[in-house]
């Protein structure tokens, strides 16, 4: 039976799995999922994931969620290249370091600036206070500092010489605020050059089709959000703006 993996490519998480398994070779039939349209609180979601989120594979009978769950299982079961998740204790470890480290520092703050600039209005009708966007650039800017400093620093990528899995979840994160019109490369000449490399690494044409929505920005803001998902989802979006 071949793998089904639920992805919705304006998700970071999912374009990194979609990147890995088409990269890798690995046979798997996708099933698309919208969240902007409300799609993740379907029943056939629900049926596989009671958390309602993507991306999530389903192996057979066997069904798992979380993106860096589903990469080390990739990893193992396919018997992907060494470089994605080295043999090596030590090299292994900063992978883990770097998975560790982003969830709470350059995830949240990458993707706010999406959620910000772009979903919030289309689904109250207004722009957020300037402020708001302003403290998610900050919050952003320091962790990019960070991860030039702690993770990159003079090597050509987060391990060494060869892109692994912390490249891979890096760059689709940081990807994410170009959708806003925000280009988060732009004065960071070493991330920008990191950057090209990743790409070249996974091969320009995967990279740009796995990106091709996010970077569509008139697309994003024109997307029709139906009035039931926007009564569903308008009190947690105001909670987030307090």
């Not at 990269?23 to 379907?42: A, D, T, Y």
């Not at 790409?199 to 697309?219: C, D, P």
Request: hydrophobic share 45%; charged share 25%.
């Amino acid at each position: 039976m071949v793998l089904e993996l639920y992805l919705d490519l304006l998700s970071q998480p999912c374009r990194a799995v979609y990147i890995f398994a088409k990269k890798n070779n690995i046979p798997f039939k996708v099933k698309s999922i919208e969240m902007l349209k409300g799609q993740q609180f379907s029943e056939e979601i629900n049926k596989v994931n009671i958390l309602r989120k993507v991306p999530v594979l389903k192996d057979g009978d066997y069904t798992l969620e979380e993106s860096t769950a589903i990469l080390l299982y990739l990893t193992r079961k396919y018997n992907t290249p060494s470089h994605w998740y080295p043999p090596d204790m030590k090299k292994r470890g900063r992978v883990d370091e770097y998975l560790a480290w982003q969830h709470s520092t350059i995830r949240p703050s990458a993707s706010k600036i999406l959620w910000l600039k772009v979903v919030i209005p289309l689904f109250l009708g207004h722009q957020v206070p300037p402020e708001k966007l302003q403290d998610a650039i900050e919050d952003l800017t320091i962790s990019l500092r960070k991860l030039d400093e702690k993770f990159l620093q003079d090597k050509a990528f987060i391990v060494g010489n060869e892109i692994s899995l912390a490249d891979l979840v890096a760059i689709v994160e940081l990807m994410q605020p170009l959708g806003a019109g925000w280009d988060v490369f732009e004065g960071h000449p070493k991330l920008l050059e990191w950057r090209r490399r990743v790409e070249s690494a996974v091969g320009k044409e995967l990279f740009m089709e796995a990106h091709g929505r996010i970077l569509n920005t008139s697309e994003l803001k024109n997307i029709r959000i139906d009035a039931p998902l926007q009564a569903q989802m308008k009190p947690m979006l105001l909670k987030m703006l307090k």
